[in-house]
């Protein structure tokens, strides 16, 4: 296998079927949970950035091999996109000096949800950066979901534990 295609499919999780994407963005939430754990927020953020520039790269390679611009076996924009998600939970958890082993369930199932909802629905931003051509924009429309889940993330968040009143 190609070293590009073994990164753009996540060592082969985008080979799974049905649905690659959703087992991509699986797969993220236990990694992203050991990346926490080891190196809280700061690894997390350092991963996804690292993820986010290999892709990109593993991306224009598999086109080039291919011809294809978003082949559903690319699974490492849901890598990163996933990991977007779950910084506001990794942030807050860090920041309030918890357990870095702790990392509640209704965040990441809500990380996972709201990212896979935008994955796919691709509302407004997202969709603006997956009708895009270059190669790089298969990795950023993800990104741009991970963030949009981010936010809705760190909202339930500040609803849920008294921040604010709604």
């Known amino acids: 296998m190609r070293p590009s295609r073994l990164i753009a499919t996540f060592g082969g999780v985008g080979l799974l079927r049905p649905a690659p994407g959703t087992w991509g963005s699986a797969i993220a939430i236990p990694l992203g949970y050991v990346l926490h754990g080891?190196?809280?927020?700061?690894?997390?953020?350092?991963?996804?950035?690292?993820?986010?520039?290999?892709?990109?790269?593993?991306?224009?390679?598999e086109r080039a091999a291919t011809g294809r611009k978003d082949a559903s076996e690319i699974v490492i924009d849901e890598v990163a996109g996933q990991?977007?998600?779950?910084?506001?939970?990794?942030?807050?958890?860090?920041?309030?000096?918890?357990?870095p082993w702790l990392f509640p369930w209704p965040g990441w199932v809500g990380a996972f949800v709201l990212f896979r909802l935008f994955d796919i629905w691709k509302p407004g931003p997202v969709g603006w950066a997956d009708r895009k051509d270059a190669?790089?924009?298969?990795?950023?429309?993800?990104v741009i979901a991970g963030l949009m889940a981010a936010v809705t993330v760190a909202f339930a968040a500040f609803i849920a534990h008294g921040v604010i009143g709604v």
Do not use: K, N, R
């Open 38 to 61: 080891l190196g809280g927020f700061t690894l997390l953020s350092l991963a996804t950035i690292a993820v986010f520039a290999v892709g990109i790269w593993a991306c224009q390679a």
């Open 83 to 99: 990991w977007v998600a779950m910084w506001p939970l990794s942030l807050g958890l860090s920041h309030a000096g918890v357990d």
């Open 135 to 142: 190669a790089a924009w298969v990795m950023v429309d993800d």
